[in-house]
Nanobody, 125 residues
Framework: QVQLVESGGGLVQAGGSLRLSCAAS????????MAWFRQVPGKEREFVAG????????YYADSVKGRFTISRDNAKNTVYLQMNSLKPEDTAIYYC??????????????????WGQGTQVTVSS
């Protein structure tokens, strides 16, 4: 059974930092591209950042470029999202997701095979 478990969310002031983690089990982790999405009530799930299977390739939404960094540790079956210079508009539930397709960098939630349960990030002004 595949499980993706996010952690590290919380309440932080604007300008602060948080580091999210997503621990994967039940899948051959290094065969999956991984990504972070976020969602606020009433809106569609939004792509935040992605990382290739090896970890050498990363891609970001324009809204987080230069502030967020995605990384992975295939030995620990874990993907991370370092979030710096947080803004109130970053407030959302953050989800990690896994994509088994080969040689694809996709920003679309529908393309991802597995999802975590989400972790709340709240940025106060």
């Amino acid at each position: 059974q595949v499980q993706l478990v996010e952690s590290g969310g919380g309440l932080v002031q604007a300008g602060g930092s948080l580091r999210l983690s997503c621990a994967a089990s039940g899948l051959f982790f290094s065969r999956y591209a991984m990504a972070w999405f976020r969602q606020v009530p009433g809106k569609e799930r939004e792509f935040v950042a992605g990382v290739t299977r090896s970890g050498t390739g990363t891609y970001y939404a324009d809204s987080v470029k230069g502030r967020f960094t995605i990384s992975r540790d295939n030995a620990k079956n874990t993907v991370y999202l370092q979030m710096n210079s947080l803004k109130p508009e970053d407030t959302a539930i953050y989800y990690c997701a896994a994509d088994e397709a080969v040689f694809r960098r996709t920003y679309y939630a529908r393309d991802y095979d597995y999802w975590g349960q989400g972790t709340q990030v709240t940025v106060s002004s």
